[in-house]
DNA sequence: ATCATTTATTTCACCAGTGGAATATGCACC
DNA sequence: GGTGCATATTCCACTGGTGAAATAAATGAT
């Protein structure tokens, strides 16, 4: 069943529930679109990343290695990047290091925290790896004008603005 | 930290990367923006979902089932609209039985089939449940006019359409 | 009437991530 | 120089979901 008839299945449903609970918002529609898509977005990556062996967490903490100037960085600061938890970095970064693909190593100047470092073989395997996906990028934003993507850009920025709000006042206080 | 300042966070990562990578298409940034908002509304809805012990799936189908007339669906299905695997629709199936949202008896026109009803306890609680999200959802489009709600599901259908291009290629070949 | 197919369930082994608790180390402050 | 805090690692139990294989029941076709 691909996308499309998924998003027209919502579409129904959508329209059955409105039936029964009127005052619902029309922008319930739209957020449940938007999962849909970064769901097959989502996979589209994965299965690009999966013949490498690697999972999204751990391609997205090596490309941010490969981000930084210095190719390095620390546990705790792509645990604040990723929003993924401590202990689940250092077992990323246990993938990793086995692979090759980084180093790891104590400070020098702060002996408590572990420096990770993209290796020349990771900096390599992003470069070979990264411009696989550009096709599909290409296909997925096929037919977006300039004035799309520069409107798509502001809406998106618009609902993390937003969205920013709401963690703020997260204490679902009764 | 808040999703405006990881997405800042990925500005920079993007910034870094295309100077080492220039033909990387700068849609990768929006991809990526798209990817961390859905996460960040998923988590929104789940927090919601959280203290009713439901996650996502279950009450996904559950409003499935409410959405339809009848009120009924099979695993199949249910299996099909939410791309779940159907080992999975049986365990989701055995909860909301065991909260008495649904039911689940065989078919009479088909007795291989098994056909999962909502109760009446299943649709009061999704008539209670749904518009406590409302409000969240009116702060998520905060600021939107209907000509960016327009827009924005414009685009997104748009992508949705290019991705179900994409799938359907889906044969990796080398 | 039999046989292949469909539908659902059960069991199993697995993946990826979460969060808590305990531990080891090292820094920094007083 | 000892105490308190920060950083990372390890271990553990848990959540949710995947996919394969075996089983059971019912259907439909020949």
Redesign the interface.
């Known amino acids: 069943?691909?996308?499309?008839d998924?998003?027209r299945?919502l579409d129904?449903?959508?329209?059955?529930?409105r039936k029964?609970?009127p005052?619902?918002?029309?922008?319930?529609?739209?957020?449940r679109?938007?999962?849909?898509?970064?769901?097959?977005?989502?996979a589209?990556f994965q299965?690009k990343l999966s013949?490498h062996k690697l999972n999204d967490s751990e391609f997205r903490t090596l490309?941010?290695l490969?981000?930084?100037?210095d190719g390095t960085s620390t546990p705790g600061e792509l645990c604040?990047?990723t929003?993924l938890g401590v202990t689940n970095m250092t077992r990323i970064a246990d993938a990793l290091v086995k692979r090759g693909l980084i180093t790891r190593g104590a400070s020098v100047e702060d002996r408590r925290r572990v420096v990770m470092q993209i290796t020349p073989a990771g900096?390599r395997f992003v470069?070979k790896m990264?411009?696989t996906?550009?096709p599909?990028?290409?296909?997925?934003?096929?037919?977006?004008t300039d004035t799309?993507?520069r409107?798509?850009?502001r809406?998106?920025?618009?609902?993390?603005?937003?969205?920013?709000?709401?963690?703020?006042e997260a204490g679902?206080r009764p």
Not at 33 to 41: A, D, H, K, R, Y
């Open positions: 069943m691909s996308l499309n998924q998003i299945m129904e449903g959508i329209a059955g529930v029964l609970i005052e619902m918002p029309a922008d319930a529609a739209l957020c679109v938007l999962l849909l898509i970064s769901e097959s977005m989502q589209e299965r013949p490309i941010t490969f981000s930084r100037p604040v990047f929003s900096k470069q990264l411009p996906m550009f599909r990028l290409k296909i997925i934003f096929d037919g977006f799309d993507r409107n798509l850009n809406l998106l920025r618009k609902l993390a603005n937003n969205l920013s709000q709401l963690e703020h679902d």
